[in-house]
């Protein structure tokens, strides 16, 4: 019996430093983060297996200054709610918690295709402690219009000094 009480508390041990390694080193995979590159995925946590409950998500997509930030969710499947007072995705126009709200997104209809005004979309991701579904998956890019308007008139406004000029 002591030796099963000692073998026990090892394992209990060995299981509590592999934990706190693996949360300290690999971190929560698909729990938020700071997004820079010019495209990528977002997900929630454990995507596209349940995530857990009672979690909280930040993601921010940080693009260079003049870029706008095109976001397309592809998979919505939130625990439901009216006002989404549950589970919920929240997408805001900026960098932080106070900036403009896009959208809060619950349920399984798909948000419309979003962009930001700036360079920046703050997004959360929350869940209550019940019931819990899929989750979401999003991609960003560069928001491509106004990537490709800019340099179209940069080069019309070029042209035209060339031209004035000579
Ligand atoms: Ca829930």
């Known amino acids: 019996m002591f030796r099963v009480l000692e073998l026990y508390s090892a394992v209990q041990v060995f299981g509590s430093l592999y934990l706190m390694f693996f949360i300290f080193f690999l971190g ?11 495209e990528g995925i ?20 940080r693009l260079p200054p003049d870029e706008q930030v095109a976001l397309n969710f592809t998979n919505l499947e ?3 709610h009216s006002d989404c007072s549950f589970d919920y995705v929240e997408v805001r126009d900026g960098r932080m918690e106070t900036d403009p709200l896009i959208g809060k997104y ?39 219009v106004l990537y490709i308007t800019k340099r179209v008139v940069f080069c019309v406004v070029w042209i035209l000094t060339i031209t004035i000029e000579t």
């Open 106 to 144: 619950c349920g399984s209809t798909l948000p419309a295709p979003i962009r930001s005004s700036s360079n920046s979309l703050w997004i959360r991701f929350k869940s209550d402690s019940s019931v819990s579904r899929a989750g979401f998956r999003a991609a960003y890019s560069v928001g491509e």
């Open 78 to 80: 939130l625990e439901n």
């Open 28 to 38: 929560d995979p698909g729990c938020g983060g700071t997004f820079t590159d010019s």
């Open 42 to 61: 977002l997900i929630s946590p454990n995507w596209p297996n349940n995530y857990a409950h009672n979690r909280q998500c930040i993601y921010l997509i």
